[in-house]
């Protein structure tokens, strides 16, 4: 056996000296020799040696003394004491000294060799309890951690709702006012600026909630050449003019699945503390996009991360570096380098979280005065960008229906109220949920619409909702809420709640959300790209016992057209699409039926041919690839919205 260890012999006797060397040199440990103690206290106190077998008897000093002197606070080393006296007391005082063993001469090559074997294996012992001991303080460390972003995510979720109602009474009364006003009227101006303000601390407040939510980020195939052109074009405004930015994107740049608010979150706060390390001076930011591939003898690498394809994404500025005292801190929460008033310190924090949620990575590269490097990885997907256009209309959807508005702020029901008054509809405006509750009771049919605050005193948003559908089953519900964490899509379906508005409200999403609920199309129908399907494909509906022309489909609904006699079938169903001349078959397709409109009505009997929209629930893996299948092989071209 070969022991890569290294043994300091310290004996004035040259002979026994080099026969105990000729005796470890043969089991593969690295022998030296010195015969002198003074000698022999500098070698030592070098640090150089795992074992030291030293002499008690030598004419300047004994090996005790020797003991005595060395500053062994600094020393991982061992000792083993060799003397000729045999005597209890002589062992003691060795090993009172801080020897770990004692050897008295003669002694036999073996007795020798299971001495220092049994050295080396308590070295190897401690060495282990070492490693155990920093795994265990990493641990704690990481708990430590884990247990701090908690508390920030319950503060977060604590302050959410408070801080998101007030938000609303400023966006909205901004927003009613701006509406009032000539475009270049200065008084516009102004609200606009105050417009903006609010939005600023509305990202702030998503920043925070970034932390406590899961599952909360919609995630979807994106082009990131669209969003850092967007995101650009934003900092540019923002950005004194001394500061140059400059991209360099790419014409076969690979799809990501991402959410396109968080990515343009990432790059908003990196070319910010980008501008903010130039601040004063002056430089340049270079944003790039990379396709990159990580093989298997490389991802070794990279923490947590699989061989396979990404997307680089590279934030590089030329301020004044980061100083590598404080690199290891750049990602905890609330750390920062600014001065008061300039950062929160959640940058990074978040920008990191977010990365990760994406199943990436982030690296940071930095030199005192040369600039900083901040490096993303995105796993790619195969699939294509589906092309949504999230831009608001220019021209707010209305209607005439009748609304319940419920929340217990009144400023709150005060702004909405306008809002919904601008739009067209008919509102009755309440801010306590118990007295809502009967209001709507004594009269379930005069409302087509409730929409409800999420946390409120008496009854909750759920609370309501429930009571409410006890009475009428088929009242729509919208929810708005500033932390949506409390309840889950299922749950949500079930109760009957059709969309949520986050606060703080902006009127054109309130307006779309509001149609999309009253008109019974699906939010995420409307997403997905929808395919002509061809002739020949159709639906059979379980509960109608009807077969009807597969019109138009998408990953997630269909529309179809069944001629119906008599009660059309309740909204939720099973059913099958077939492609008789295929033998395709794809059965026990879950639905709800999202709009319903008459096409024909016959003259002579009870039949009417109607056109239904529909949203597939909770589809197997099989089904989905079933159903991408059909998209591929039994469509013909994209319909045109």
Known sequence: MEYNFNILIVDDDLAMARSIQSVLVTQGYRVQIVNSALGALERIQAGNFDLVLLDVMMPEMTGFQVLDTLDRANLDTYFIIMTGDSTMESAVEAIRRGASDYLKKPFEPNELLIRVENIFKQKQLKAEHHRIEGQKKQLEMELYQSQKMEAIGTLAGGIAHDFNNILSIILGNSELAMDSLDDHSPIRQNLEQIFEAGNRAKEITYQLLSFCRKGDSKQHPLNLNTIVEKSLKLMRASLPSNIE???????????????????????????????????????????????????????????????????????????????????????????????????????????????????????????????????????????????????????????????????????????????????????????????????????????????????????????????????????????????????????????????????????????????????????????????????GAFFISKAAGKQGRVLDISKSGLSFKCAFEGNVPESADQATINMAADNFLLENLTYRAISDTMIKASNSSNVETRRRGIQFEKLTPLQSEQLQYFIENYTDGQVNE
Do not use: W
Request: proline content about 3%.
């Open 245 to 535: 930015i400059h991209h360099n994107l790419l014409d076969d740049v690979h799809t990501v699945l991402g959410d396109a608010t968080q990515i343009h979150q990432i790059l908003i706060n990196l070319c910010t503390n980008a501008s903010h390390a130039m601040e004063g001076r002056g430089g340049r930011i270079d944003v790039g996009l990379k396709n990159i591939s990580i093989p298997a003898s490389r991802i070794s690498q990279y923490n947590g991360m699989v061989p396979g394809k990404y997307i680089k994404l590279a934030v590089t500025d030329t301020g004044h570096g980061i100083d590598p005292q404080i690199m290891d801190q750049i990602f905890d929460p609330y750390f920062t380098t600014k001065d008061v008033g300039k950062g929160t310190g959640m940058g990074l924090s978040l920008v990191q979280g977010i990365v990760k949620n994406h199943g990436g990575e982030i690296r940071v590269a930095s030199e005192l005065g040369h600039g900083t490097t901040v490096t993303i990885l995105i796993p790619i997907i195969d699939e294509a960008e589906n092309d949504v256009d999230v831009s608001a209309s220019a021209e707010l959807a209305t209607g005439t229906e009748r609304i319940l508005l419920v929340d217990d702020e009144a400023m709150i029901v005060d702004v909405m109220t306008q809002f919904l008054s601008q739009l067209g509809y008919q509102t009755t405006s309440m801010t306590d949920s118990t007295a809502a509750l009967e209001t709507f009771r004594s009269q379930p049919d005069q409302y087509d619409l409730v929409i409800t605050d999420m946390t409120m005193p008496k009854l909750t948003g759920i609370q309501l909702t429930e009571a409410m559908r006890e009475i009428r089953t088929d009242i729509d519900v919208i929810i708005c809420t500033g932390f949506s964490e409390q309840i889950s899509i299922e749950r949500s379906r079930e109760l009957g709640i059709q969309a949520f508005i986050m606060k703080p409200v902006v009127m054109g999403e309130m307006a779309q959300t509001i149609r999309n609920v009253l008109d019974g199309q699906s939010v995420d129908r409307r997403k997905d790209k929808r395919f002509k399907a061809v002739s």
